[in-house]
T-cell receptor, first 116, second 114 residues
Framework: KAGVTQTPRYLIKTRGQQVTLSCSPI?????VSWYQQTPGQGLQFLFE???????NKGNFPGRFSGRQFSNSRSEMNVSTLELGDSALYLC???????????????FGPGTRLTVL | GENVEQHPSTLSVQEGDSAVIKCTYS??????FPWYKQELGKGPQLIID?????GEKKDQRIAVTLNKTAKHFSLHITETQPEDSAVYFC?????????????FGKGTHLIIQP
C-alpha cells in the first residue's frame, strides 16, 4: 500500500507570493492533518480535515488555509508569504477523524518551502 | 493548551547500550502518547504509542512507559544499533472528537556510536 505522498517536495518562493501544497493520503484514509516543522518551533499543528470539513485549527494566522476534496486529497495554501514561513510542511493521514484507538497518524515526506 | 517537554535534546550512546528519552506533558486530559522517529529528509515515522489505560507497552527492542500521576512518559530502546540513529519526537493529544492534533516535544537527536 502506498504511503502518504506530498507534492512538490521542494519549493522556493519570494515574500508576498502565495503557495499551494498538495497531499494525497494513504488509500482508504479519510482524515488529513497538516503540520509545520521549523528548527525553532519544532512540529506544530496547522489543521485537520475530515470529509471535506476542517475539524480543528492550530494557532496560525488566517494566511494559512486548506481544503479537502471528495477523494480525501488535501491542499494547503499560504498567502502573502513571509520569511518566517520557510519550513517543512508535513501532511499526516489517518483512517478517521481524531486520534482514537486504531486511528494513528502516518506522515508523508513533507514539502520543503523556502521563502526568499 | 497542551505543552510537551522532551529531554535530552541530544543523546549519544555506544552501540549495544540502552537509550532513554523522557517527556512530560501538561494537560491531564491527554490520553494518547505516540513516539515518532524522523530520519534525514523523511517525514516522522510512528514507532510506538501508548494510551492512558496502559502503563507500559513493548515492541521488540522498543518500550514506552506512562505515569499519568506524574504526567510523564518515556521511550526505552535496548541493544541500540546504528540504524537507530535519528531524531525522536514524543507527542501528546486527547483522542476522539475535539482532538487538537498532536502536540510534539522538541525532539531528541539520538547518536549511536560504533
Amino acid at each position: 500500500k502506498a504511503g502518504v505522498t506530498q507534492t512538490p517536495r521542494y519549493l522556493i518562493k519570494t515574500r508576498g507570493q502565495q503557495v499551494t501544497l498538495s497531499c494525497s493520503p494513504i488509500s482508504g484514509h479519510r482524515s488529513v492533518s497538516w503540520y509545520q516543522q521549523t528548527p525553532g518551533q519544532g512540529l506544530q499543528f496547522l489543521f485537520e480535515y475530515f470529509s471535506e470539513t476542517q475539524r480543528n485549527k492550530g494557532n496560525f494566522p488566517g494566511r494559512f488555509s486548506g481544503r479537502q476534496f471528495s477523494n480525501s486529497r488535501s491542499e494547503m495554501n499560504v498567502s502573502t508569504l513571509e520569511l518566517g514561513d520557510s519550513a517543512l510542511y508535513l501532511c499526516a493521514s489517518s483512517l478517521a477523524a481524531g486520534l482514537a484507538g486504531g486511528n494513528e497518524q502516518f506522515f508523508g515526506p513533507g514539502t520543503r518551502l523556502t521563502v526568499l | 493548551g497542551e505543552n510537551v517537554e522532551q529531554h535530552p535534546s541530544t543523546l549519544s550512546v555506544q552501540e549495544g547500550d540502552s537509550a532513554v528519552i523522557k517527556c512530560t506533558y501538561s494537560d491531564s486530559a491527554s490520553n494518547y502518547f505516540p513516539w515518532y522517529k524522523q530520519e534525514l529528509g523523511k517525514g516522522p515515522q510512528l514507532i510506538i504509542d501508548i494510551r492512558s489505560n496502559v502503563g507500559e507497552k513493548k515492541d521488540q527492542r522498543i518500550a514506552v512507559t506512562l505515569n499519568k500521576t506524574a504526567k510523564h512518559f518515556s521511550l526505552h530502546i535496548t541493544e541500540t544499533q546504528p540504524e537507530d540513529s535519528a531524531v525522536y519526537f514524543c507527542a501528546a493529544s486527547r483522542s476522539g472528537g475535539g482532538a487538537d492534533g498532536l502536540t510534539f516535544g522538541k525532539g531528541t537527536h539520538l547518536i549511536i556510536q560504533p
